[in-house]
């Protein structure tokens, strides 16, 4: 089977699994009350992004998962919340890669600078590095965080539960590497690629403007069409 035939495939059975949960999620309403599973596979859509080969529909721009080592503890709620960040509207870009991606496409489309975005592991090491002190870091900081988090809260998402163990074994690691190479379109030529007026145009990671994706890993491998029958299996007993 060609990749279009199965880039269709996956999209038919996004189609189904948002039946199953009856409808798309925005990050700005959701909260940890929900009934989340434990466990799963997210997919975000991007206003604007629209497939152009495989079909009509919004375009995946997102796949990913969490508790990928056997010592993790951690619930999809978990992650979907630091990519939502917090109640007041900030967030912590250290603690997702999507939100970083996200902000730093920001700041280049708005040609603005932030010299701390990205830099350090913590806000502590990043005033370390430059010479600032903790408060001027988040006071920099802050009105990128609030705009990336406005950006990622209006996305729709789908999740896919998998209730597996936590591991690199896992089927949920198997899902998001599969889609996510599937998707990306720097392996097997270009599918449904990313509209030229798209946020991630303005990305300074070159994986993110080929790919049409906010993910750096998987973009550029060799997919499984396997791991199909795994999802529509997965997917209906939702």
Request: glycine fraction near 12%; charge should be positive.
């Amino acid at each position: 089977m060609s990749r279009l035939h199965d880039l269709t495939r996956f999209y038919d059975l996004l189609g189904e699994l948002h039946g199953i949960l009856g409808g798309f999620r925005q990050l700005h309403d959701c909260d940890g009350g929900m009934p989340w599973p434990m466990r799963g596979v997210y997919f975000f859509f991007e206003e604007g992004e629209q497939r152009t080969e495989s079909g009509t529909g919004p375009r995946v721009v997102r796949v990913g998962t969490h508790a990928l080592t056997t010592t993790s503890k951690t619930r999809l709620w978990d992650r979907l919340k630091q990519h939502k960040g917090t109640q007041s509207g900030a967030g912590d870009h250290r603690g997702s890669i999507f939100r970083l991606l996200v902000g730093q496409a920001l700041l280049n489309r708005d040609g603005r600078r932030c010299p701390t975005w990205g830099v350090g592991r913590t806000r502590g090491d990043a005033a370390r590095k430059k010479h600032l002190t903790p408060a001027q870091v988040q006071e920099s900081e802050t009105p990128i965080e609030q705009a990336v988090s406005a950006c990622i809260g209006q996305m729709p998402f789908l999740w896919l539960p998998i209730e597996d163990a936590p591991g690199p074994a896992s089927q949920r690691g198997l899902v998001e590497r599969n889609a996510i190479a599937l998707l990306g379109n720097h392996v097997h030529g270009v599918l449904d690629p990313a509209s030229p007026t798209s946020l991630g145009q303005h990305s300074d990671r070159r994986k993110v403007r080929i790919s049409g994706l906010w993910n750096q890993n998987h973009v550029d491998e060799i997919y499984d069409p396997g791991f199909l029958d795994l999802f529509a299996d997965l997917a209906r007993r939702t």
